[in-house]
């Protein structure tokens, strides 16, 4: 069975700190993806990044950077610089490569980022 | 960008009463999926839907569930008699499917919250 676990229920820094959100995962399958979603106070659940399981290369796209580690099943979300629109319920999730498979989300992690 | 999009935005129903919620996927999406999220808790997956038939559910799609694609843009999620624990943000997600052996995101829309009283 998979299963996303995302220890950190609540973390809050001060504006401009770098934060690192962390995501463990288990799975039997040796192909799958793992993603992160952003869940700002309004609801809506944006899609941030895809990560298949045979590219483990870390990713960065302006203050999100990403740390994918198959060894120890873990897909971590950095934020460089946070700002007050950081500030959102980030979930990571997993899926099975094979066909379009559900999504697995973790429980989240609320991030408050105060100026 | 094309998107999701999802109706009403909130809908409060009595308990017991029937309830549609409306999305519309991508255009060009051939998968479509419903999950649940309950207030403060995770996103929960309840079916997906292909080809016109249910590809997958889970434990919580159970008998008051049904989805169904009336015609060529619309795909709805129909609870029968609702239960005061139905009360949930209710996203839909819709993907292309494969693109060159490759599985594409889930794209979600921006839900509707469901409030049963």
């Known amino acids: 069975a998979q299963k996303v676990t995302q220890a950190q229920t609540e973390i809050s820094v001060v504006e401009k700190e770098d934060v690192t959100l962390d995501c463990v995962y288990e799975?039997?399958?040796?192909?799958?993806?793992l993603f992160w979603y952003k869940q700002p106070p309004s609801g809506e659940l944006v899609f941030l990044i895809r990560r298949n399981s045979f590219d483990e290369q870390n990713e960065i796209s302006g203050r999100y950077s990403w740390n994918f580690q198959k060894s120890t099943s873990s897909f971590n979300f950095t934020i460089t610089a946070s700002q007050v629109v950081d500030s959102a319920v980030y979930f990571c999730?997993?899926?099975?490569?094979?066909?379009?498979?559900?999504?697995?989300f973790g429980k989240g992690t609320r991030l408050s980022v105060i100026a | 960008e094309p998107e999701v999009t999802q109706t009403p935005s909130h809908q409060v129903t009595q308990m017991g009463q029937e309830v549609i919620l409306r999305c519309v996927p991508i255009?060009?999406?051939?998968?479509f999926y419903w999950y649940r999220q309950i207030l403060g808790q995770k996103v929960e997956f309840l079916v997906s839907?292909?080809?016109?038939?249910?590809?997958?559910k889970s434990e919580i799609f159970d008998d008051q569930f049904s989805v169904e694609r009336p015609d060529g843009s619309n795909f709805t999620l129909k609870i029968r008699s609702t239960k005061l624990e139905d009360s949930a943000m209710y996203f839909c997600?819709?993907?292309?499917?494969?693109?060159?052996?490759?599985?594409?995101?889930?794209?979600f829309g921006d839900g509707t919250r469901l409030s049963i009283l």
């Open positions: 999730a997993l899926s099975e490569a094979a066909g379009n498979t559900p999504l697995v």
């Open positions: 799975t039997r399958d040796t192909t799958y993806y």
């Open positions: 997600a819709s993907s292309p499917g494969q693109l060159f052996g490759d599985n594409q995101p889930q794209h």
């Open positions: 839907f292909y080809n016109n038939e249910i590809s997958e």
């Open positions: 255009s060009n999406h051939l998968y």
